[in-house]
């Protein structure tokens, strides 16, 4: 079997045993001696820089790398607080070469340095490789603040696609953790480039439609990322009208937090976004089904925002630009798409033998909350998968509510 996908589950205090036993079982259940690489996906009870180690002990003959999670999937289930793993072996991945960097918000340099590492390691020149043999899977911690500028110059390095996500921690949004080889990297990026023998389909899909509304910011800071005004007047209240809502800037009680806090706080009591909407915050957390975007070339691109700012204005994830067009979009069933995605990638490939995923925590929380979660599992019954909730998605840049795919023939 070319792909074998693994999971396991240590609940207790320790965070350096649950790391060596989840170890220990993952090297039980992965035995073929020919596996080449293991991309895992491990919860916030584990310490993480143990696992890292433990896992390149392990399987000193394979590439081992991952990321921190908020969320994992694997052996047909939604799971939480557990480890899983996509074991593959030359049969299909011919090679993969993983490499890592740190400290990627304060390196000018992070792509020179992840090319040179990556030619270290594989003797190959990133900015050589065809994009028709090779394909990129990139992890950065998802807490990065200058990820955007690195992902546009990567992009530029290479000609490969690219795809994977920001990682998560839990719901916590105090460290997230990316791995490569048995060592750790704060503040940092995984990049692994795999060979495949056969055909691969990386893609992006997102559960949206256009209100038809539109709104554009008149203005902004760039630079700390805010709209002050829509269309000449007070962001937040014009956002709000969009989605029916008649809120008043002076009477929005500004906290400080962040969306990434309040879902924190979603998380852990499981309460849904609607219940939220009663708080002070919550309407920060009704915007998330109203996402706002921008529509080009017949594509969506969701531009969330994070969270509320003083006077009326609203932080977003991403810079906002003035003068350029936004669409107010509304959050629809995810179920459809993926099922047509799923045949779409079968004919195209001839079969898929193993699938990697990057989840949207807040599209997982809507799933979750729709019940549709176990209906979207059944879809993978027959393919080795590993997927993870995640802070943000990348498919050649970074991405928002959406859902990341690399499927192998």
């Not at 399987?59 to 999670?69: D, E, I, R, W």
């Not at 090679?95 to 003797?123: N, P, Q, T």
């Not at 400080?256 to 998380?267: F, W």
Request: with cysteine; net charge negative; hydrophobic share 40%.
């Amino acid at each position: 079997m070319p792909f074998y996908s693994a999971c396991v589950q240590y609940l207790s205090s320790n965070k350096y045993d649950n790391a060596k036993s989840a170890v220990e079982r993952l090297k039980d259940e992965l035995r073929d001696p020919g596996i080449n690489g293991i991309l895992v996906f491990a919860a916030s009870n584990y310490h993480y820089p143990t696992l890292a180690t433990e896992l390149r002990k392990a399987f000193p003959n394979a590439q081992t790398f991952g990321c921190s999670s908020a969320g994992e999937y694997a052996c047909k289930a939604s799971l939480n607080q557990s480890v899983v793993a996509l074991a593959f072996t030359p049969d299909k991945i011919a090679a993969v070469h993983a490499v890592g960097i740190d400290h990627i918000d304060y390196r000018a340099d992070a792509v020179d340095l992840i090319a040179e590492k990556y030619y270290a390691a594989s003797g190959m020149e990133l900015d050589r490789l065809d994009h028709h043999d090779y394909v990129g899977w990139i992890m950065l911690d998802g807490l990065s603040h200058t990820f955007d500028n690195m992902l546009s110059r990567l992009g530029a390095k290479t000609d490969i696609l690219f795809a994977g996500g920001l990682a998560g921690d839990g719901g916590q949004f105090t460290g997230a953790w990316v791995w490569a080889n048995g060592v750790t990297y704060e503040n940092g990026a995984v990049f692994a480039v795999f060979q495949p023998r056969g055909k691969f389909h990386a893609c992006r899909i997102q559960s949206v439609k256009s209100t038809g509304i539109s709104i554009t910011p008149t203005k902004v800071d760039p630079v700390r990322n805010i709209i002050y005004e829509f269309d000449g007047q007070p962001a937040t209240q014009v956002y709000a009208r969009a989605m029916g809502l008649d809120i008043q800037p002076d009477t929005i009680k500004y906290s400080g937090k962040s969306s990434r806090e309040i879902y924190a706080e979603a998380i852990k009591h499981r309460t849904s976004p609607d219940v939220l909407l009663r708080s002070a915050d919550g309407i920060l957390v009704y915007f998330s089904h109203f996402p706002l975007a921008i529509c080009a070339d017949g594509d969506i691109l969701i531009r969330p925002v994070t969270s509320l700012a003083p006077n009326g204005g609203l932080r977003c994830y991403m810079p906002p630009i003035e003068g350029v067009r936004y669409t107010v979009c509304r959050i629809t069933d995810p179920v459809p798409g993926l099922q047509q995605l799923l045949a779409d990638t079968r004919a195209k490939l001839g079969g898929i033998s193993g699938a990697c995923n990057m989840n949207s925590l807040i599209r997982h929380i809507q799933m979750e909350k729709e019940g549709k979660v176990d209906e979207t599992i059944a879809m993978f019954a027959d393919i080795p998968l590993i997927a993870t909730s995640c802070y943000g998605q990348i498919y050649l840049s970074a991405v928002c509510q959406s859902s990341v795919y690399l499927f192998f023939q």
